[in-house]
């Protein structure tokens, strides 16, 4: 630790009620507030999770980050402490994968992307929560009904993926303190850090770490914070609705980081970064792309060639394109083209 930080840790520390100095840090006038540093919002975020700060502690702290929106240190230490209280479970995972926001308009056509992912191969980790929007379709319901294996634990799900390449696990299953910060929301009506912290807990360390976000500049928090926390990879990118899928009717932009180890001269082993951006460009020419439809039916019927979507069709192709971009090195040709045959062959496995 540095000077500075052992010096507030101190101030916390001697503070009648310690919690009260990280609301002060972020919440006073400005020209005196500051954000925190990475060390001082873990402290914060061990705290809360500890049971030690006050519920009406709690609404101002997290409101007074979200006026502003957290920034990549803050994300990044509060992220760390998150993660420390994660059940310890060893799995080889290639691409997590997390779904918080639910779809309001379209279906959730980035699962048939996964199950193509998963015909090539690799092995996936899903994981979400059942909102309290009645208005949304949660991706929980359509994995069961397309027969994903549900879990019930971290270690559950390690046997799932293991056995059938996929899984299926409900955030309250392995972090339930965070779906219980989550659920602030009902009674403050505005999203806070923690709903963009849990699309990022990828706790089997996967290889490739996928977010969706609701607005643009989040996708930036998203891949400094990868870097401040040297995660193997991650995509981050404005997805329909919030979630992790492209959106074919408009040019997206994907911001990726990828962490590695290499030795330096004198032969110590240093971590290096690299960040990124790539672009999936408009593949569907309709500016307006179907009415609303939230029927799981019809993207099943899909998924066994009993219907035509064209909409749905480009969202699963560019959505595995933009994994396998990441994941394989490709140009989006390469990787269009293979999540076409991909497609082709999706009952020939």
């Known amino acids: 630790m540095n000077t500075e930080h052992n010096m507030n840790q101190n101030t916390v520390n001697n503070h ?17 507030r500051r954000s925190l540093t990475q060390e001082e919002a873990r402290d914060a975020m061990r705290m809360i999770l500890a049971g030690l700060v006050t519920d009406m502690q709690l609404g101002a702290f997290l409101m007074l980050i979200r006026v502003r929106e957290e920034t990549p240190e803050e994300a990044a ?32 056509w980035f699962v048939l992307a996964l199950n193509l992912l998963k015909t090539k191969g690799y092995k996936i980790f899903l994981h979400g929560v059942i909102g309290n929007e009645s208005i949304r379709l949660y991706t ?14 971290l270690e559950d799900a390690k046997q799932n993926i293991e056995n059938f390449g996929v899984s299926y696990l409900a955030l309250e299953r392995f972090a339930p303190q965070i779906r219980d910060l989550m659920n602030t929301r009902d009674e403050l009506g505005l999203r806070s850090p923690i709903h963009s912290l849990s699309r990022m807990l990828n706790p089997f360390n996967a290889k490739l770490s996928v977010h969706g976000v609701f607005h643009k500049g989040y996708d930036d928090i998203h891949q400094e914070t990868a870097c401040l926390l040297d995660d193997q990879m991650t995509i981050a990118f404005c997805g329909d609705g919030g979630e992790a899928e492209a959106r074919p009717d408009k040019k997206s932009e994907i911001k990726a980081v990828e962490t590695w180890k290499e030795s330096n001269e004198e032969g110590k082993q240093i971590t290096k970064h690299q960040a990124w951006s790539y672009f999936l460009p408009k593949t569907y020419a309709a500016s307006d792309p179907t009415e609303k ?17 064209e909409y749905g069709l480009q969202t699963i192709l560019q959505t595995t394109a933009m994994a396998l971009m990441a994941f394989e090195n490709l140009t989006f040709d390469e990787a269009n083209s293979q999540a076409e045959k991909l497609w082709e062959n999706r009952f020939n496995v």
Not at 84 to 93: F, G, H, I, N
Not at 293 to 309: A, F
């Open 16 to 32: 009648p009620k310690p919690f009260q100095f990280y609301i002060q840090t972020i919440g006073r006038g400005q020209k005196r």
């Open 77 to 108: 230490g509060f992220l760390q402490a998150i993660r420390e209280t994660l059940p310890k479970v060893s799995c080889q995972v290639d691409i997590d994968w997390g779904s918080y926001a639910g779809k309001r308009r379209q279906l959730p």
């Open 140 to 153: 929980q319901p359509v994995v069961e009904a397309l027969g994903w294996p549900m879990a019930s634990s």
């Open 293 to 309: 439809c939230l029927d799981i039916d019809v993207l099943i019927d899909l998924w066994h060639g009993k219907t035509q979507n």
